[in-house]
Nanobody
């Protein structure tokens, strides 16, 4: 069984920065060695879950247009951890952020295509 555990989110003022992390674990599991693609999604109150960013085991990345140029996804393969650096935060970035993993070497912005999910962490951006 694969577990994804996100770091605590927080409250930040508009224009500020925050970094989320997601540690993957499981008996004999290695997201990098097994070629898993990792991603971040988010869900605001009353809205559907939406794609934020993704990164393959080879380091290829993809971003939603709404966060391009402000957010950066990265991974530390030795620690089996993926990060989301969020800069120039806006109130509309307020949401629960979820880490996800899929058994594929290809990026995807389609939530049902991901096999494992973290429990989510709240990020609130105040104006």
């Amino acid at each position: 069984q694969v577990q994804l555990v996100e770091s605590e989110g927080g409250v930040v003022q508009a224009g500020g920065s925050l970094r989320l992390s997601c540690a993957a674990s499981g008996r004999t599991f290695s997201s990098y060695a097994m070629g898993y693609t990792m991603a971040w999604f988010r869900q605001a109150p009353g809205k559907e879950r939406e794609f934020v960013a993704t990164i393959t085991s080879g380091g290829n990345t993809g971003y939603a247009d709404s966060v391009k140029g402000r957010f950066a996804i990265s991974r530390d393969n030795a620690k089996d951890t993926v990060y989301l650096q969020m800069n120039s935060l806006k109130p509309e970035d307020t949401a629960v952020y979820y880490c996800a993993a899929r058994r594929s070497a290809y990026t995807s912005s389609y939530a049902p295509g991901y096999d494992y999910w973290g429990q989510g962490t709240q990020v609130t951006v105040s104006s």
